[in-house]
């Protein structure tokens, strides 16, 4: 897909491939600033549970709000094909930089507490992510960290029939 045009989005090159799908990064022409593209594998796009669970993730971002998690900009179709229109997050990801050695326990705190809220949030919106790991975590030139990929997150969990409300540690110290 190297040089490729979707829409007002011009492909530089591929960030990174799984199983599950392949990551670009584009300028948007329109807004004049980098983009990461999502798209499925060829041997997927056309597969309806792998469309599916791609326009679920879609909808599963655009629901989520916190500098904590990458946003989502939209979707796109172009020559049959979907296309998630993600923020680009410049940076290395957690696993890169553990590979480096160990992070001091100050640092390790705070992209932990990180990690924490962004995914507080999601959890208060229903949204269990289910592929947290490393490679899915992004760390900037700041410090920030970025939680990715909600491909294979799980929706409405905190509204389901049965689930109890949700109580804060605080609170439920207290009884």
């Known amino acids: 897909m190297h040089s490729a045009v979707i829409g007002p989005f011009h492909v530089q090159r591929?960030?990174?491939?799984?199983?599950?799908?392949?990551?670009?990064?584009?300028?948007?022409?329109?807004?004049?600033?980098?983009?990461?593209?999502?798209?499925?594998?060829?041997?997927?796009?056309?597969?309806?549970?792998?469309?599916?669970?791609?326009?679920?993730e879609a909808k599963v971002l655009a629901s989520l709000n916190h500098p904590g998690?990458?946003?989502?900009?939209?979707?796109?179709?172009?020559?049959?094909?979907?296309?998630?229109?993600?923020?680009?997050?410049?940076?290395?990801t957690l696993a890169n930089r553990?590979?480096?050695?160990?992070?001091?326990?100050?640092e390790s705190l705070g992209l932990a507490k990180q990690m924490a809220e962004a995914l507080e949030v999601a959890h208060e919106k229903g949204v269990i992510h289910r592929d947290l790991k490393p490679g899915n975590v992004m760390i900037t030139s700041d410090g920030e960290v970025k939680v990715l990929d909600f491909g294979l997150a799980r929706t409405n969990?905190?509204?389901a029939p049965g689930t109890p409300p949700r109580t804060s540690h605080a609170s439920a110290a207290s009884r």
């Open 157 to 159: 969990a905190a509204s």
């Open 98 to 106: 553990l590979a480096e050695g160990p992070i001091p326990v100050d």
């Open 14 to 56: 591929e960030l990174g491939r799984g199983d599950m799908g392949e990551v670009y990064l584009a300028q948007d022409t329109r807004l004049d600033r980098q983009v990461a593209i999502k798209a499925l594998p060829v041997h997927l796009a056309n597969d309806p549970d792998r469309l599916a669970r791609f326009q679920r």
């Open 69 to 92: 998690i990458g946003a989502i900009y939209g979707l796109e179709e172009a020559n049959g094909r979907q296309y998630l229109i993600l923020e680009y997050v410049e940076g290395e």
